[in-house]
């Protein structure tokens, strides 16, 4: 993961911000990509909105990618170019909450932020909410007890973060060994089957992309990449209906993706 040997924050940023929701296997090649086009802040701020969306095409919830660049042109504005270390000036800049934030932090500085991702939520449920089964038999082989044993539902993350905490004073691993260590150990459990985030009193359901809201709001922009188009047009060349196109096209103005000149709507600027 190339992004594990550099502590440059606008690198890390950029890996954060990609892994949101999505694999790691499948960011490896746009991460790379997009360096490559915007090798720091400074470019990345000063690019057209279209050449960095069509970077990102493909990778999916394109609105991380305005947001990224949104943060990027307020380091340039306020910072030179450069990201703030504390976590309360990261979470200041547009798109940039409080995990992102921690996680700049940590991986960038070594400083010892609490956090919580998937993976470390994954490990701390497999290995400290558990319930042993009901007549438990005294002397019973402890590797037995465990292996049958039962997780507790609805775990905060507050409750987690607390135990994070605790592990974080206690390693000797530096803060961005430790992230590292966690978050690989989780991605492991998961590949052997292990999945509880259902566990999670946070769990909400991923919805199904085909036919959905996001996938015609991407289709939008990759139509816009080609030219700008009026409403008849998207609808025409999308297949949709003009209240199904009308909606996306107010949200992605919302999100300050689009500009409309006449009756024509292209990227913004």
């Known amino acids: 993961m190339p992004w594990r040997n550099t502590s440059d924050p606008y690198k890390i940023l950029v890996s954060e911000v990609m892994l949101q929701q999505t ?13 490559k086009e915007f090798p720091n802040a400074k470019a990345l701020a000063k690019a057209p909105l279209s050449k960095v969306l069509k970077a990102w095409q493909g990778l999916g919830y394109n609105r991380r990618a305005r947001y990224l660049q949104l943060s990027a042109q307020a380091a340039v504005k306020q910072y030179k170019g450069r990201f703030p270390k504390k976590v309360s000036a990261l979470e200041e800049l547009p798109g940039i909450g409080p995990y992102t934030a921690r996680a700049v932090a940590a991986f960038a500085h070594n400083s010892p932020e609490v956090l919580i991702e998937t993976n470390i939520r994954t490990v701390f449920l497999y290995f400290c909410y558990r319930k042993p089964p009901k007549n438990v038999l005294q002397g019973k082989d402890e590797r037995e007890l465990y292996s049958t044993s039962k997780h507790f539902s609805g775990v905060s993350d507050a409750e987690i973060l607390s135990l994070v905490a605790e592990a974080l004073k206690k390693t000797k691993l530096e803060p961005r060994e430790f992230y590292a260590a966690l978050m690989d150990y989780g991605a492991y459990l998961k590949k052997k089957g292990i999945k509880l985030n259902k566990q999670s009193k946070h769990y909400v359901k991923q919805s199904k992309f085909e ?10 922009l990759r139509e816009l990449l080609k030219k700008p188009q009026t409403k008849a047009e998207l609808r025409k060349n999308l297949s949709h209906s003009a209240g199904e196109v009308e909606r996306e096209l107010e949200r992605l103005g919302k999100e300050g993706m689009l500009k409309k000149d ?8």
């Open 23 to 35: 694999q790691v296997e499948r960011v490896l090649p746009f991460y790379k990509n997009f360096l």
């Open 211 to 220: 036919g959905s809201a996001r996938q015609l709001r991407g289709a939008i």
């Open 262 to 269: 006449k009756r024509r709507f292209g990227l913004a600027d």
